[in-house]
């Protein structure tokens, strides 16, 4: 994710009145704390798998969002802590076609159970989730991406998880994917969505096989 691209497109749609904007009450030194919410991005995802990918002091937490309340066919939600950043995007509309051997040779194959996607070579994760609305082949689409993998191309690529940021990145795709397909409250939920499996985003071995 290049650096600030999920915030400036937040930030572009909030000018026509339909996001919205969260920070913790009054300005914070730098040196601050940062306090992480239990919940982040209008509550659809869990805090805890932002932390290891911001700051752990600077100045107050950033939330941009746009189409979360409800789940429409595009949303955004971008998190900014001491110039870091980290956020995702998902698009769905149903009645297209996305065959996995097509969308794979877009980038390094990767999986998340019956998810599967690629990391884009900026360094974002792109995952494709089985998510039936109209037909089978629907499919709920998620990118995310985190500023502290970039610089880091070889190691997201290859999904190295020794690199403990690389990790941490590939458990917040995880987390963004499982959350989004399991819906919730004014939300759909993905067919099968619970059992799309704990852990990371990991590579598509039986993609690299072929």
């Given at each position: 994710?290049?650096?600030?691209?999920?915030?400036?497109?937040?930030?572009?749609?909030?000018?026509?009145?339909?996001?919205?904007?969260?920070?913790?009450?009054?300005?914070?030194?730098?040196?601050?704390?940062?306090?992480?919410?239990?919940?982040v991005c209008g509550d659809r995802i869990p805090g805890e798998s932002v932390v290891?990918?911001?700051?752990?002091?600077?100045?107050?937490?950033?939330?941009?969002?746009?189409?979360?309340?409800?789940?429409?066919?595009?949303?955004?939600?971008?998190?900014?802590?001491?110039?870091?950043?980290?956020?995702?995007?998902?698009?769905?509309?149903?009645?297209?076609?996305?065959?996995?051997?097509?969308?794979?040779?877009?980038?390094?194959?990767?999986?998340?159970?019956?998810?599967?996607?690629?990391?884009?070579?900026?360094?974002?994760?792109?995952?494709?989730?089985?998510?039936?609305?109209?037909?089978?082949?629907?499919?709920?689409?998620?990118?995310?991406?985190?500023?502290?993998?970039?610089?880091?191309?070889?190691?997201?690529?290859?999904?190295?998880?020794?690199?403990?940021?690389?990790?941490?990145?590939?458990?917040?795709?995880?987390?963004?994917?499982?959350?989004?397909?399991?819906?919730g409250k004014n939300w759909h939920t993905c067919p099968g969505a619970d059992r799309l499996?704990?852990?990371?985003?990991?590579?598509?071995?039986?993609?690299?096989?072929?």
């Amino acid at each position: 994710m290049k650096r600030g691209r999920i915030l400036v497109i937040a930030a572009a749609v909030l000018l026509i009145g339909a996001g919205t904007w969260w920070g913790l009450a009054g300005p914070l030194a730098d040196d601050e704390s940062i306090k992480i919410p239990e919940r982040v991005c209008g509550d659809r995802i869990p805090g805890e798998s932002v932390v290891p990918l911001l700051p752990a002091k600077g100045k107050q937490l950033q939330e941009d969002t746009y189409e979360l309340e409800v789940m429409r066919s595009y949303g955004v939600c971008s998190l900014e802590v001491g110039g870091e950043e980290v956020g995702f995007e998902f698009h769905y509309i149903p009645g297209a076609t996305y065959s996995r051997d097509r969308v794979q040779r877009e980038g390094t194959p990767v999986s998340l159970g019956a998810a599967y996607g690629y990391v884009v070579s900026s360094g974002d994760i792109r995952l494709y989730v089985p998510c039936r609305w109209r037909k089978e082949t629907d499919r709920l689409i998620v990118t995310t991406g985190a500023s502290v993998v970039e610089g880091k191309g070889a190691a997201v690529r290859k999904l190295d998880v020794s690199d403990k940021e690389v990790r941490a990145f590939a458990e917040f795709a995880a987390d963004v994917t499982r959350s989004l397909a399991r819906g919730g409250k004014n939300w759909h939920t993905c067919p099968g969505a619970d059992r799309l499996p704990d852990g990371p985003v990991t590579l598509d071995r039986r993609s690299r096989k072929k």
